[in-house]
């Protein structure tokens, strides 16, 4: 007779063996810095009052809001595609308008880059079963997908450069910003950007640290072994009013002192982050 894989809920009957999983896996992956350089800024009706009437400005805080994640195929090139990242950051300024007088405002930047990475080959259609489709009537058709890889963005917010005023624009719209900002960013901002304007422009400069990674659904063999039951003891919650004694349960926060988390992981002998394209050397 032969083996039945399927038998021992999955498992061999020493309930340690193999068990297929879906998941993502991922096939090519890469990390970069990037610096912007003059940054044209958007502002609102209030921030373009505020920037004719500065003598200096200054850079409080940048924050990414969003970002956009565009995968495209490589012509003529089977298996890598282009990643497309549009960045959309919030910065906070102050501006000087005379002695002793200071103004905070809002802008917007959007930050453009490209990488290509290998995403693998093949595209076929998925269904899945669904309560709303029956032999009789069919669900929505958008439920439909396919296997195409899905790119990862991780990065930190960006670091200020520099910050200038000029009084030139010479290529204010050239990632087509004036038609490519979503409402709901627009709508998180102060008031209403403006998008073309004769008045003197700010400009600001980042570093962005970020990793990218592409991943495609795949069936996976793992090594398993069955469900094991904790071994920790639920703890009953108390109505202790004292707020000392719950201070005292509170652990130390000593990574939020030293400013390094748990620190860097160690590195095996062999060297090298991984197999799918990461190093772990700087």
């Known amino acids: 007779m032969p083996e039945n894989r399927n038998t021992a809920n999955g498992l061999s009957f020493d309930n340690r063996g193999t068990v297929c999983i879906d998941t993502q896996r991922v096939l090519d992956c890469c990390r970069d810095r990037d610096c912007f350089e003059n940054s044209r800024i958007y502002l609102s009706c209030f921030g373009e009052e ?43 300024c102050e501006a000087c308008l005379g ?58 917010d960006p670091i200020v450069l520099g910050t200038k005023i000029d009084c030139e624009c010479p290529d204010c719209c050239a990632l087509n910003d004036c038609n490519d900002i979503p409402d709901t960013i627009r709508e998180m901002m102060d008031g209403e950007l403006v998008l073309q304007s004769n008045n003197p422009h700010l400009y600001i400069s980042f ?24 071994d920790k003891e639920c703890v009953a919650a108390t109505n202790d009013d004292n707020p000392c004694n719950l201070f005292r349960n509170i ?32």
Do not use: M
């Open 50 to 92: 505020v920037i004719a009437n500065a003598t200096s400005v200054r850079t409080r805080s940048a924050k990414t809001l969003w970002a956009f994640v565009g995968v495209d195929e490589v012509p003529f090139n089977n298996g890598f595609y282009q990643i497309t990242v549009r960045y959309f950051v919030e910065v906070e």
């Open 99 to 156: 002695i002793g007088r200071s103004q905070v405002f809002k802008g917007l930047a959007v930050l453009e880059k490209d990488v290509v990475l290998y995403g693998g080959e093949g595209r076929v259609a998925s269904f899945s079963s669904d309560p709303r489709n029956n032999y009789c009537r069919i669900g929505n058709l958008d439920t439909v997908s396919h296997n195409d890889p899905v790119a990862i963005v991780e990065s930190v």
């Open 207 to 230: 570093g962005i640290f970020s990793v990218i990674r592409i991943q495609r659904p795949a069936q996976l063999l793992v090594q398993a072994t069955d469900y094991s039951v904790p």
């Open 251 to 282: 652990a130390f926060p000593v990574g939020q002192f030293t400013g390094t988390g748990n620190g860097p992981a160690v590195q095996s002998s062999r060297g090298g982050g991984g197999g799918c394209g990461c190093s772990s050397r700087s």
